[in-house]
């Protein structure tokens, strides 16, 4: 299903063109400066930078032809609109496809463009840089890197075609409001921006006000604190099948963010049947059980937790029971034994991406993230790529480090400002403020409109330009996806390996052996996170002693636990009566951390 | 109906003059016919036996061929090993639109060595459909009803447990392959028939050191040698040796997970819930059977047969899971009538009276699509000598039964063997086919028992009747057109969890035959209070009709009439009523 990719790009680029200026004449109230910042930032350039899934079948095929040797590119599944769920495997000679593997995982959330970007220009420049940089070359020859760099391509689709809209979905034929009717009533263009945004309809019966730290926003009112609400707030859409809802039954069925197994939450919006009900998302599961070699995940999305690393919560189970256990239900929180992991990898990921802030991570729910770790028993690294920061943070910055970040830094979140509202409100205001200073096209001012729905009624639309809060404007683009792409090298570098240190042969008697070894791990990461020496799927080193003597005392094969990284021994003997001379072979074996063999013969003292 | 079952008396006794003899309550040449039996079946089925998968499939195909109104056959999908996964469709073809009668779920053998839910289910679609035309009750069953059986749902795990040496045990699993001691090999140390026997059983060695010795009682069984003296055996765990020759002896079985763990509702991962397998719906038997059961909003009711222990399970499986009380209500009346219809059967709670297991097949079939299930674990050790197994020092029930009942047949001599491993050792234990299991003689009674069971089940689904539709002229061309719909049966139209989570859609109560204005569900007839429904006033949507319930409705009409009200429930059926 690859076809001519270029040929398309002409459309939406116009599309995004006509649709922002229709936005943008209707937002009031800008700055001067922000108003010139408008004449810079085009969201046309953006349409043509970012990829179509026509265009990223093509740039995948254009990097794998241009590295034959280096990349491979599968189609996984397909999604309902017939899609391709690519897997691209990059990595050098013979044992590409049975060594320690970083997985990423991109775009399950539909809106989140960038994280396909970040993918394929790590692909890209990994595999570009193969045979040129030594420390790459020399990476790329040890590990393998698997991308799966679009994992909800009907969603991400709908960046690309009008009217603009932030598509959760895949193409699934559902009926969300059980009418006899499915995907009877979406978002609609009301007021023919060729967007859609929020609408919200004057009325003191509604639940919402005007935010007076940003009065753009519109947030619940807290009555119990005395504010009134008044306004309805709803998707910009008509009520379509007359039943007095709002986009209720939108185009498409599932959501792959939110449709795997941690966390999930049957009967929510867009999460499907069931857990791995949609095929793009089994698909993934799929793929780890099938490469046993992932070591470690990289996830781009919703979640982040290398700006906030998870941390270890002694949570009480049921009824008091351990967590972890039939008795006490699933672990809430991950293990003590991982903590650190996490806050070392965060820290070098904020060191090497000059990053900073602190985005808001979506809840761990049916998301892929936290699958990785509690189901799949990986250690995973989750980000948002790139995230608006208040301006006010950003010049702190600015005067501080100055670092690199590709626009999407900017300075502490810690000092978020004491807003009221949760933090979502606290990120929502951040983003204003920095699409106002920077893109204020990312920002569609309320304009009345006239809507069939509610006659008599004044109905104004308006709102976040979609996409304009997950994804950078195309000038920062490179910057954001080189920064990701230092990482993703970094990270790739930090997959355990397994090493024998030695194998010792001391003699106990006549044809009486005592062998030791010692097996260690010269990766960073050990050769097991502690959930995943209780989850199934990873797999344990296995140690063998090959010998024609008997093996007295010890195991012939023998499954050992978790190996630290950073040089970490673990020693193992056998007492082996065999005949003097003949040679003995002891063999450490992981899919994560390679295979290792050293053959000594049984002699001495 | 009378006249028809009259008529074909009539037709039977005419043939049997022709043959010369003449009695009027024979059925059957040369017998009296017994009842809740079908005298004359047209498809013959052995019920002492218990049948492979392609058998299965045979008597699935001769009772369609020989019922075509009453009974198809097809497949829901494919095993692991290829082998489809039957479905007997059981329902009056004739009478209604199958997709619109409140449904009955079957299926049987999740577990691979609890086989003999397949021959009850099996039983039921026989049973149903060569009774009909006989029994009133059957016949309304049927125009009512439909039933989906599925006898197995794991016919590679059936399969092997049929045709392989195993035990009463094994394979508990189906048939994908698993690397269970995580050594990155897939079933290489599994149980093996040593002595070539065709059975696995145990392994026991001579050991003056050992702590068992044979009962005086009976010899074949090994008991504990008292605290004070010396025993005289050991045992060495099941017949097999070290394959793989890490040491350990049978550590790697075939397939490596279970199948009733595989559900998504509350599944959580292996290292919470052994046999969870990587995640909800990895077999593909699992994901046919969820497909199925999603496709058809018109199932109601469920069972899903295991063996054994004698019980009548419901979820939830997880203390924290909570089944929702109007539900509850409704399980209990169930459960009170089957421990009625099923002496030594006890109605349980899965996590409260037996475990806690996350991500069965019941909490999903419940949880996620809210419909009433229960699981009946087969047999029990009750039926040995019908009355409740007590513990005894010197014998079992199991081993007076196999010496009283069964001569012996149940019991593989211990015999001796010399063990690649332990030397010499002697094997010997009962077969596969006791213990979970009932011999030949009580599988028909223990099958038409359970049956009754879910055709209780089956009758008790919602029922929706128009019960009445009246009129009322309001003047100025209006007439108020007033339907009390009712649920005659005990289960809802949707249970409490399908409600609150809007699962299926609701009961729609259609008004045609003139001009809608307005419409309104009378919450409180005696006092006249209603809730208007302000949308698309004609089509009133009624989220349940509680059993033995009914709700009422009303529009306001402009011009038109006759008025046709018709109740679309879409697990208690359609029906419509005219207004005078």
Sequence with gaps: ????????????????????????????????????????????????????????????????????????????????????????????????????????????????????????????????????????????????????????PDAAEAAFRRPLHERLRNEAVTDDDNDGTPDDDGPADVNGDGVITMMRVTDPTGDWMADPDEPMLMRRADRAKGERGTHRVMVESRDADKDGQFAEDPEGGTDISINFTNGYEFFADGAGDHQFSADESRAVVDFYLAHPNIAAVYVLGAQDNLMRPWEHRRVPGIGGNPQGTSAGGPYSAILAEDEPYFAEVSRRFKATTGLTGTPLSASLTGDPASHAYYDMGRFVFASRGWWPVAPADTTRRAAGAGAAAGGAGGAAAASTPAASGDASMTEQRAAVRWLRANRPDGLIAWTPVQHPDFPGQTVEVGGFHPFARWNPPAAQLDSVTGTHARFIQQLAGMLPQIAIRDVRVARVSDRVFRVTAHVGNDGYLPTLASIGARARWPQRVRLELDTRGEIASGRKIQMLGAIAGSGATEEVSWLVVGDPGSSITVRASSPVAGTVARTVTLQGR | MHMHIHHRMALAGAALLLSGLTTPLAAQAGALAALGSPPDPKVPVHWDRWFDHATIGKIGRDLAAAHPNRCRLGSIGKSHEGRDLWVITVTNFDVGEERKKPGM????????????????????????????????????????R??????????????????????????????????????????????????????????????PNGRLVTSPEDSRFMIGARADQPGEWEMLGQEGFDQDGDGSVNEDPGGGYDPNRNWPWRWVPQYVQGGADAYPGSLPETRAVMRFIIDRPNIAGAQSYHNSGGMILRGPGVPQDEYRPADVRVYDQLGAVGEQILPGYRYMIVWKDLYTAWGGELDWIYGARGILTFSNELFTPFKYFEKPVEREAYDSPQYRFDRLLLMGEAFVPWTPFDHPQYGPVEIGGFKKNFGRVEPGFMIQAEAHRNMMFTLYQAGQMPLVRVD?????????????????????????????????????????????????????????????????????PARVNVANIPGMGTVTVRWIVRGGGPFTVTADSPKGGVHSARSR
């Design chain 1, 1 to 152: 299903m690859i076809v001519a990719p270029w040929a398309r790009a002409a459309r939406p680029r116009a599309v995004w063109h006509v649709a922002l200026a229709a936005g943008v004449t209707a937002l009031a109230g800008l700055s001067p400066t922000a108003a010139a910042a408008q004449q810079g930032a085009s969201w046309t350039a953006d349409a043509s930078r970012y990829h179509t899934h026509a265009r990223l079948t093509a740039a995948l095929e254009s990097v794998r032809r241009a590295n034959p040797s280096l990349v491979t590119v599968e189609e996984l599944a397909r999604s309902p609109g017939g899609r391709t769920v690519h897997a691209v495997r990059l990595g050098a000679g013979a044992t590409v496809g049975d060594r320690p593997a970083l997985l990423i995982l991109a775009n399950a959330y539909g809106p989140h463009l960038v994280g396909s970007e970040i993918a394929l220009d790590a692909i890209r420049r990994l595999a570009g840089a193969y045979g040129r940089d030594t420390a790459i070359t020399a990476l790329l020859d040890r590990v393998t890197i698997y991308v799966l760099p679009r994992l909800n």
């Design chain 2, 105 to 144: 779920y079957i299926d049987g053998n999740i577990h691979s060595n609890e086989i003999q839910g397949s021959e009850y289910s099996l039983y039921t679609a026989w049973w149903l459909c060569e009774m009909a035309d006989r029994v009133p009750a059957v016949d309304s069953l049927l125009d009512e």
């Design chain 2, 146 to 207: 439909v039933f989906y059986i599925v006898p197995t749902i794991n016919p590679d795990g059936r399969e092997h447990y049929l045709k392989q040496a195993n035990t009463a045990s094994s394979p508990r699993t189906g048939a994908v392959p698993r690397d269970n001691d995580g050594d990155g090999l897939v079933d290489e140390d599994i149980a093996n028939d040593l002595n070539g026997d065709g059975h696995i059983t145990m392994m026991r060695r001579r050991n």
């Design chain 2, 468 to 536: 009445s539709v009246m009129t009322r002229a309001m003047g100025g061309g209006l007439t108020e057109v007033t339907a009390i719909i009712a649920n005659k049966r005990l289960a809802p139209t949707h249970t409490q969890q399908d409600v609150e989570n809007d699962i299926s859609r609701p009961d729609w109560i259609t008004l045609t035959g003139g001009d809608v204005v307005a419409s309104a569900i009378v919450t409180n007839p005696l006092q006249n209070i209603s809730t208007e429904q302000t949308h698309r």
